[in-house]
Nanobody, 126 residues
């Protein structure tokens, strides 16, 4: 089992920046990928970004590529998501998730992830 706790969500003005964190505990993250998804009110859950815990490789959804950056912090068993140039369309509940043995082609699929956090809310408005 993996327990995931997201943090960092808050209100921010359009154009602002934010850093979300996902702290993992329990099972080792070796051979896993950690992903971020988001769900806005009335919309389906959307893939944001993912990163392999061991080795290289990061992946981004089309709507955030170039604005968001995913990174990992081994010492704290934590994955961060840096959000920049935020717009109201980025407002959502952001979830992190862990999946094991994922190939690149499955990084963006919800069903590929086995463990999910409770989410952290990002609000973007003026």
């Amino acid at each position: 089992q993996v327990q995931l706790v997201e943090s960092g969500g808050r209100w921010v003005q359009p154009g602002g920046s934010l850093r979300l964190s996902c702290a993992a505990s329990g099972r080792s993250l070796g051979n896993s990928a950690v992903g971020w998804f988001r769900q806005a009110a009335g919309k389906e859950r959307e893939f944001v970004a993912a990163i392999r815990w061991s080795g290289g490789g990061s992946f981004y959804g089309d709507s955030v590529r170039g604005r968001f950056t995913i990174s990992k912090e081994y010492a704290k068993n934590t994955v961060h998501l840096q959000l920049k140039s935020l717009t109201p369309e980025d407002a959502a509940l952001y979830y992190c998730a862990v999946g094991y043995g994922l190939i690149a082609g499955r990084m963006s699929l919800e069903t590929a992830y086995d463990y999910w956090g409770q989410g952290t809310q990002v609000t973007v408005s003026s």
